[in-house]
């Protein structure tokens, strides 16, 4: 990849975080975290309700500038190249950042000409066949149930085929068929794209996960894998 | 690849605007009420500068008096219009507050100059589609025979709505994070808005009162064309910034 820094090539890692601290005034969320993942990791980020896990990776995302540190994703510097950063994650938040007016199909449509893919209605159909919606591609985004809008809100953050996928709690009010959509499309993802995930309950995503930490104190700590193995079993 | 994302941005804006036609109606409605207030509600207080009044029912000398505007009902024209703009102006980032896609926008790998442009376009067609109904409404009611004279308005029209849509479209975007975003965007947005009223007023005022040509109001115009150039290049060097979290 053309541009990569020589800190994160030395380190062969592809998100690569130093001493990132980001304060809300006085509040201090996250305290020098350091963490590093190579190419294709699966990282299963958990931690309490406030614990900082969202604002890690609207940083990654370079949505958020954080108060000190530095942190490189995909071998570009959020704070110096945050356009290449945005262009190599796809981020699934909170809420399905989906125009509730628009289609499915116009939604993914308008989002596959920002990111200039070349043949944006064929990429469309691709992605709505993938998340099982394509006979839903002309109801309004804001027509679909909670599910539908979150696949189609998986799709909006595949659609450029990102070498990160940052998501946060992506299961969260899934119901069993979108949930199993997921599980496909992380199954598919996993291993050839670097991966953070999120989660309240890491027993689903926890088959691909390479690494566990846990946002405590706005630190970072690695997670015992084998108690919430046993967990899952 | 900048011009298909300004195009999608646009088609975005003008699809959602459609769905709706929440806003362009507001604007609508609010001018051509507005109109209905003064004429029939106030129309025998104003005089025109020749000392014929406003028509008003069987007292008005109906297109016998020669042109009837003067400074007052224009400035009324342009007090109207920028209130109507206000209406879309605050409205201009409803649609990423409402469905929280801000962040999907600021995900996108896109120019944020790109954004203003986009988004000053979308309120510049909004106004414009206002004013093609508020203004014939305006010449019926109160200059009727010299109604026609509007039309040599066009370049102030143009010029003083290229204003008002990129203030407004910078203005918008900085108090897009503000709590009270709707009371401060009006109290942060009319004062620079001033100069523009008063420049569009009284060239509006001297074509169609005293049927002055374009000529006679090349300085107004040259006013409102650096007025936008000003503020164009400002929102250009600093949309950057202001769109950043």
């Given at each position: 990849?053309?541009?990569?820094?020589?800190?994160?090539?030395?380190?062969?890692?592809?998100?690569?975080?130093?001493?990132?601290?980001?304060?809300?005034?006085?509040?201090?969320?996250?305290?020098?975290?350091?963490?590093?993942?190579?190419?294709?990791?699966?990282?299963?980020?958990?931690?309490?309700?406030?614990?900082?896990?969202?604002?890690?990776?609207?940083?990654?995302?370079a949505?958020?500038?954080?108060?000190?540190?530095?942190?490189?994703?995909?071998?570009h510097?959020i704070r110096t190249e945050p356009v290449a950063v945005r262009?190599?994650?796809?981020?699934?938040?909170?809420?399905?950042?989906?125009?509730?007016?628009?289609?499915?199909?116009?939604?993914?449509?308008?989002?596959?000409?920002?990111?200039?893919?070349?043949?944006?209605?064929?990429?469309?159909?691709?992605?709505?066949?993938?998340?099982?919606?394509?006979?839903?591609?002309?109801?309004?985004?804001?027509?679909?149930?909670?599910?539908?809008?979150?696949?189609?809100?998986?799709?909006?953050?595949?659609?450029?085929?990102?070498?990160?996928?940052?998501?946060?709690?992506?299961?969260?009010?899934?119901?069993?068929?979108?949930?199993?959509?997921?599980?496909?499309?992380?199954?598919?993802?996993?291993?050839?794209?670097?991966?953070?995930?999120?989660?309240?309950?890491?027993?689903?995503?926890?088959?691909?996960?390479?690494?566990?930490?846990?946002?405590?104190?706005?630190?970072?700590?690695?997670?015992?894998?084998?108690?919430?193995?046993?967990?899952?079993? | 690849?900048?011009?298909?994302?300004?195009?999608?941005?646009?088609?975005?804006?003008?699809?959602?605007?459609?769905?709706?036609?929440?806003?362009?109606?507001?604007?609508?409605?609010?001018?051509?009420?507005?109109?209905?207030?003064?004429?029939?509600?106030?129309?025998?207080?104003?005089?025109?500068?020749?000392?014929?009044?406003?028509?008003?029912?069987?007292?008005?000398?109906?297109?016998?008096?020669?042109?009837?505007?003067?400074?007052?009902?224009?400035?009324?024209?342009?007090?109207?219009?920028?209130?109507?703009?206000?209406?879309?102006?605050?409205?201009?980032?409803?649609?990423?507050?409402?469905?929280?896609?801000?962040?999907?926008?600021?995900?996108?790998?896109?120019?944020?100059?790109?954004?203003?442009?986009?988004?000053?376009?979308?309120?510049?067609?909004?106004?414009?589609?206002?004013?093609?109904?508020?203004?014939?409404?305006?010449?019926?009611?109160?200059?009727?025979?010299?109604?026609?004279?509007?039309?040599?308005?066009?370049?102030?029209?143009?010029?003083?709505?290229?204003?008002?849509?990129?203030?407004?479209?910078?203005?918008?975007?900085?108090?897009?994070?503000?709590?009270?975003?709707?009371?401060?965007?009006?109290?942060?947005?009319?004062?620079?808005?001033?100069?523009?009223?008063?420049?569009?007023?009284?060239?509006?005022?001297?074509?169609?009162?005293?049927?002055?040509?374009?000529?006679?109001?090349?300085?107004?115009?040259?006013?409102?064309?650096?007025?936008?150039?000003?503020?164009?290049?400002?929102?250009?060097?600093?949309?950057?910034?202001?769109?950043?979290?």
């Amino acid at each position: 990849m053309t541009g990569r820094s020589a800190a994160v090539t030395q380190a062969g890692a592809w998100i690569a975080v130093e001493g990132l601290s980001r304060r809300f005034g006085r509040r201090e969320v996250l305290r020098e975290v350091a963490l590093e993942l190579p190419q294709g990791a699966f990282l299963l980020l958990l931690g309490a309700n406030g614990a900082g896990k969202t604002t890690l990776l609207r940083i990654l995302a370079a949505l958020l500038p954080p108060s000190s540190g530095r942190a490189e994703v995909a071998g570009h510097d959020i704070r110096t190249e945050p356009v290449a950063v945005r262009r190599a994650v796809g981020y699934v938040g909170h809420t399905p950042l989906l125009y509730r007016d628009l289609t499915a199909a116009e939604n993914l449509r308008f989002y596959a000409d920002m990111y200039g893919l070349p043949d944006p209605s064929a990429r469309t159909a691709e992605m709505l066949d993938r998340v099982e919606l394509r006979r839903r591609s002309h109801d309004a985004a804001g027509e679909l149930s909670r599910g539908m809008r979150q696949r189609l809100a998986i799709a909006r953050a595949l659609l450029h085929d990102p070498s990160v996928l940052l998501l946060d709690e992506p299961y969260g009010g899934l119901d069993d068929r979108a949930a199993a959509v997921l599980d496909r499309i992380l199954e598919e993802q996993a291993g050839r794209t670097t991966v953070v995930l999120v989660t309240h309950e890491p027993a689903r995503p926890m088959r691909w996960a390479t690494a566990v930490r846990e946002v405590r104190d706005g630190r970072l700590h690695p997670r015992d894998v084998h108690v919430l193995d046993a967990g899952r079993r | 690849m900048a011009g298909r994302q300004l195009i999608a941005l646009l088609r975005r804006d003008l699809l959602l605007e459609t769905r709706r036609l929440q806003t362009v109606l507001s604007m609508v409605i609010f001018a051509v009420v507005a109109m209905v207030v003064v004429r029939y509600g106030w129309s025998a207080d104003l005089q025109g500068p020749s000392g014929a009044s406003f028509p008003s029912g069987d007292t008005a000398p109906v297109g016998e008096a020669g042109p009837t505007v003067g400074a007052v009902p224009a400035a009324m024209l342009w007090v109207i219009f920028v209130f109507a703009a206000m209406l879309g102006l605050s409205r201009t980032f409803a649609h990423e507050r409402e469905d929280d896609c801000l962040d999907g926008l600021l995900l996108c790998p896109v120019d944020r100059v790109l954004v203003f442009c986009a988004k000053a376009i979308t309120n510049l067609a909004l106004l414009l589609v206002m004013q093609v109904v508020a203004i014939p409404v305006f010449g019926l009611f109160f200059l009727e025979g010299s109604a026609v004279r509007l039309l040599v308005c066009t370049p102030v029209v143009l010029l003083a709505d290229i204003g008002l849509a990129s203030v407004g479209t910078l203005v918008a975007t900085m108090v897009l994070h503000a709590r009270s975003r709707d009371l401060v965007l009006p109290v942060v947005l009319l004062p620079l808005l001033v100069p523009v009223v008063i420049a569009a007023t009284s060239a509006t005022a001297a074509i169609v009162d005293r049927g002055a040509p374009l000529a006679d109001v090349l300085g107004r115009l040259g006013f409102l064309a650096a007025y936008d150039a000003v503020f164009l290049v400002l929102a250009w060097g600093t949309y950057g910034l202001l769109m950043r979290d």
